[in-house]
């Protein structure tokens, strides 16, 4: 698969990816190599990395615990020590290898060391390999306030090896999903398209998928890193996915939703607002209903989580100037940013979903 260019770096794949390490990590260049992984990708994704890997300079690996409760500050913080006491300086290397955890929190923590040292990012799940690597944001959460510390810089290289998604559970690999369904919604009609026939997908055409779901994250964020415009478009879903994530995490009596899943609900949800708004025919938003229903669970929605859900809303971080602020699909493949929407108008789409 080709090899994508970012603006100041390169997005390699497969066996290229063992080439460009090969290159860069030789001694006299990098003084030493972290890895970072967390205790699944140790387990997964380390060893086949590790073997893969030619090189003479020493390498020492940090272990986290998985998942979410560990991007904070004070993982940051033993990060910063770990990295101290294994002898890391100014001209030592950090490798993120696991999913969008792992490449936050590494990301902040090589942004922050040392004033800033190199960092690469290999994703090891299908939402880190098409989003989270790609892009630049790096940062940690404060408390239940996602992603409210953090920083803006890309990392030296990204290495998508998508063998490493033989061993995702199924639940994470349908979260990374609704990433790459979303990057067809916003951008390319011919890339949603193929999602019709997913029950025919077999590993090589996922591949590809993940190739063409890179190019159009890069694309847009190439053209606005620090999303004043046109990367407000990756917010589609997000507005009200955001709060839904929330309310379900903060509830005693709902189980979690991955990301993807919140995710997925949300991108229903703002295609029936595009729709109302006249920006979305009547067809469309069918199709995009059946299709992410399809590879969906549906949630039901009682009037008292809509109320919850939507109150939410006020503590997203995007809202602008008090407003909420969506990006609206203007067509499958086109989005209008800066959209306001009333809380009726919201409320109806909860209701349509169900
Ligand atoms: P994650 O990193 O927690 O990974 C999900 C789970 O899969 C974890 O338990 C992990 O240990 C496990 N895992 C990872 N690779 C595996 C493999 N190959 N085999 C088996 N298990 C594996 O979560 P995620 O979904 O990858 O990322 C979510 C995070 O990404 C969130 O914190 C989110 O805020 C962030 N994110 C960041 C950006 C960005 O632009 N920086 C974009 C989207 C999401
Ligand atoms: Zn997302």
Not at 289 to 295: A, L, N, S
Not at 325 to 329: G, M, R
């Given at each position: 698969m080709q090899t994508i260019s970012a603006t100041n770096y390169s997005i390699f794949?497969?066996?290229k990816s063992y080439e460009f390490l090969a290159e860069v990590l030789v001694?006299?260049?990098y003084s030493k190599v972290f890895i970072l992984v967390d205790e699944n990708t140790a387990t997964h994704c380390l060893p086949t990395f590790l073997a893969n890997l030619a090189t003479e300079v020493t390498i020492e690996i940090i272990e986290l615990e998985a998942g979410e409760s560990q991007k904070n500050i004070e993982t940051c913080l033993q990060l910063w020590h770990s990295l101290t006491e294994l002898g890391g300086d100014r001209k030592s290397i950090l490798i993120n290898l696991?999913?969008?955890v792992i490449s936050d929190i590494g990301g902040f923590v090589a942004c922050t060391f040392k004033r800033g040292i190199d960092f690469i990012n290999v994703p090891t799940t299908l939402l880190a390999m098409v989003d989270a690597s790609i892009g630049g944001k790096n940062g940690v959460d404060l408390g239940n306030l996602k992603n409210q510390i953090g920083i803006i810089r890309e990392p030296k290289a990204v290495l998508v090896?998508?063998?490493?998604?033989?061993?995702?559970p199924s639940n994470e690999?349908?979260?990374g999903l609704a990433e790459m369904l979303k990057h067809g919604l916003i951008y390319d009609k011919e890339y949603w398209n193929q999602f019709k026939n997913l029950s025919d997908l077999n590993t090589e055409d996922l591949n590809i998928l993940i190739h063409q779901s890179i190019q159009i994250k890069n694309n847009i964020?190439?053209?606005?890193?620090t999303e004043n415009g046109i990367r407000k478009s990756l917010n589609f879903g997000h507005t009200l996915g955001h709060a839904i994530e929330s309310y379900f995490l903060e509830s005693d009596s709902k189980t979690p939703l991955l990301h993807g899943e919140a995710i997925a609900i949300g991108m229903i949800l703002e295609s029936y607002i595009s729709k109302e708004k006249k920006l979305l025919t009547n067809e469309e938003y069918h199709e995009i209903?059946?299709?992410?229903?399809?590879?969906f669970e549906t949630v039901n929605f009682s009037q008292t989580d809509i109320k919850n859900c939507i109150d939410l809303l006020i503590f997203d971080k995007k809202n602008e100037f008090g407003k909420v602020?969506?990006?609206?699909?203007d067509g499958i493949g086109a989005i209008k940013i800066n959209q306001e929407c009333d809380n009726d108008l919201i409320y109806n789409a909860f209701e349509d979903y169900q």
């Open positions: 794949f497969n066996e001694p006299n260049r696991g999913g969008g090896l998508p063998e490493f998604l033989a061993t995702l690999m349908r979260s964020v190439s053209e606005d890193l209903k059946y299709i992410i229903k399809d590879i602020q969506f990006a609206l699909l």
